[in-house]
């Protein structure tokens, strides 16, 4: 709101979390969509690359129009980073704002084994969830503003449009107490999570039929955030949701994030020697288990990734999300367009947004997805036998 106003364009990763939809939402603004790297054997997102940001303002400029703003989320979930300084580099010199959702990136920069942070590589808007690598209470954020692109006052101006007039002051004091203790020492509080990620990382990769996610899988991104340590199961014919649902049941261990491949686990400063060895423990007794069975490799359902560059969007958001609707049945909606923002969570990646034509690829994702376990956040019907379409 802050940067777009009703009918301008913002630039953003097809993967964003679905709160920037919202945002289109309440301001009125178009997507501009970058597909971004995705890898099939992982199934996993990566980020977008400066490339892909200077042909989507070019289309843009192409059709007569100019963005408002650019948005990218770096790190993403399991922590793969984009090229911010050159994105940032790029933008400005378009004289468009670069927004960063860095929500899980409230600790890059405090040490030299962590990616920069966003205002490091020239950032105009960095948006942080404290709560989640550092030790603040959850629902605690920060936003970060750097340089004079973005208006001040209107930044202060939404925020008090969308803000409680009555804030919890055991948030803001658990905002306060993160930032004291990271000043304590902030060249040297990550190194206990630093240096247990990588050797947990080191042990998994040694154990027969586990692979853990690296670099070389997104070759084109330049850091991956050492405290995500993301681990596959195909080779032993487990999904991530089999893997997650065993670790628990039978180790006690809580994944941050469960995916049709892979799980993820996030190391952070209260983990300690004793969570590496569970988790170690506990997925070489999984690899030992499952290695003798003999199941068939899970492979992701082919041509279903939750990223397609044949999205048509029939309305823009806000016109979709103040629409008459009604229900029809799954199969139904082909064709028809969504009413509903619809998703996996986590990551809060959406599949469906309102105003897009539903397409078949959308909805075999969705019951694939449901099948291995998924929770699908948004869908008014949980189980996605129907969806709310627009009366267009």
């Given at each position: 709101?802050a940067?777009?106003s009703p009918g301008?364009?913002?630039i953003?990763?097809?993967n964003?979390?679905?709160s920037?939809v919202s945002?289109?939402v309440l301001?009125?603004?178009?997507p501009?969509?970058?597909i971004?790297?995705?890898?099939?054997d992982?199934?996993?997102?990566?980020?977008?690359?400066?490339?892909?940001v200077?042909?989507?303002?070019?289309e843009?400029e192409?059709?007569?129009h100019?963005?408002?703003?650019v948005?990218?989320t770096s790190?993403?979930?399991?922590?793969i980073?984009?090229?911010?300084?050159e994105?940032?580099?790029?933008?400005?010199?378009?004289?468009i704002?670069?927004i960063?959702d860095?929500a899980?990136g409230?600790h890059?920069?405090?040490h030299?084994k962590?990616?920069?942070?966003a205002?490091?590589?020239?950032?105009d808007l960095a948006?942080?969830?404290t709560h989640k690598?550092?030790c603040?209470?959850?629902?605690?954020?920060?936003?970060?503003?750097?340089?004079?692109?973005?208006?001040?006052?209107?930044?202060?101006?939404?925020?008090q449009?969308l803000?409680?007039?009555?804030?919890s002051?055991?948030l803001?004091a658990?905002?306060?107490?993160?930032?004291?203790?990271?000043n304590?020492?902030?060249?040297t509080i990550?190194?206990q999570?630093?240096?247990l990620a990588y050797?947990?990382?080191y042990?998994?990769?040694n154990?027969?039929g586990?692979s853990?996610?690296e670099?070389?899988?997104?070759?084109?991104f330049?850091s991956?955030?050492?405290?995500?340590l993301?681990?596959?199961?195909?080779?032993?014919?487990?999904?991530g949701?089999?893997?997650?649902?065993?670790?628990?049941?039978d180790?006690g261990?809580v994944?941050?994030?469960v995916?049709?491949q892979?799980?993820t686990?996030a190391?952070n400063l209260?983990?300690c020697?004793?969570?590496?060895?569970?988790?170690?423990?506990?997925?070489k007794h999984?690899a030992?288990t499952y290695?003798?069975?003999q199941?068939?490799?899970?492979k992701?359902?082919t041509?279903?990734?939750?990223?397609?560059?044949d999205?048509?969007?029939?309305l823009?958001?806000r016109?979709?999300f103040?629409?008459?609707?009604r229900?029809v049945?799954?199969?139904e909606?082909l064709?028809?367009?969504?009413?509903e923002l619809?998703?996996?969570?986590?990551?809060?990646i959406?599949?469906?947004?309102?105003?897009?034509v539903i397409?078949?690829?959308a909805i075999?994702?969705l019951?694939?997805?449901r099948?291995?376990?998924?929770?699908?956040?948004?869908?008014?019907d949980p189980?996605i036998?129907?969806?709310?379409?627009?009366?267009i």
């Amino acid at each position: 709101m802050a940067t777009c106003s009703p009918g301008t364009f913002l630039i953003l990763p097809r993967n964003s979390h679905l709160s920037a939809v919202s945002a289109m939402v309440l301001s009125g603004a178009l997507p501009k969509y970058i597909i971004p790297d995705y890898n099939k054997d992982w199934d996993i997102a990566g980020g977008v690359s400066p490339l892909q940001v200077l042909q989507a303002i070019q289309e843009l400029e192409r059709a007569g129009h100019e963005a408002a703003a650019v948005l990218i989320t770096s790190p993403t979930y399991h922590g793969i980073c984009s090229s911010l300084d050159e994105i940032s580099e790029l933008c400005h010199s378009h004289k468009i704002p670069l927004i960063v959702d860095e929500a899980h990136g409230a600790h890059l920069g405090f040490h030299p084994k962590l990616p920069n942070s966003a205002l490091q590589q020239g950032a105009d808007l960095a948006v942080q969830s404290t709560h989640k690598v550092l030790c603040s209470l959850t629902q605690s954020s920060m936003l970060h503003m750097s340089g004079d692109i973005v208006d001040k006052a209107r930044i202060s101006q939404c925020l008090q449009t969308l803000q409680t007039t009555s804030p919890s002051y055991l948030l803001l004091a658990s905002l306060d107490a993160a930032r004291a203790q990271l000043n304590e020492s902030p060249g040297t509080i990550f190194n206990q999570a630093i240096d247990l990620a990588y050797e947990a990382r080191y042990l998994l990769k040694n154990i027969p039929g586990i692979s853990v996610l690296e670099n070389s899988s997104f070759p084109i991104f330049p850091s991956m955030d050492p405290l995500r340590l993301t681990v596959g199961f195909w080779q032993l014919g487990l999904s991530g949701y089999e893997a997650d649902e065993i670790l628990y049941r039978d180790h006690g261990i809580v994944c941050e994030l469960v995916g049709n491949q892979s799980i993820t686990c996030a190391f952070n400063l209260g983990t300690c020697r004793d969570h590496v060895e569970r988790l170690v423990l506990g997925i070489k007794h999984l690899a030992t288990t499952y290695a003798s069975l003999q199941r068939p490799k899970e492979k992701v359902l082919t041509g279903v990734a939750p990223f397609n560059d044949d999205i048509i969007m029939s309305l823009i958001p806000r016109d979709a999300f103040f629409a008459s609707k009604r229900r029809v049945t799954l199969r139904e909606s082909l064709g028809e367009v969504s009413g509903e923002l619809i998703c996996p969570y986590p990551p809060g990646i959406p599949v469906l947004i309102p105003g897009e034509v539903i397409t078949e690829k959308a909805i075999d994702y969705l019951l694939h997805v449901r099948s291995k376990g998924a929770v699908i956040s948004g869908a008014s019907d949980p189980l996605i036998s129907s969806i709310v379409v627009c009366n267009i």
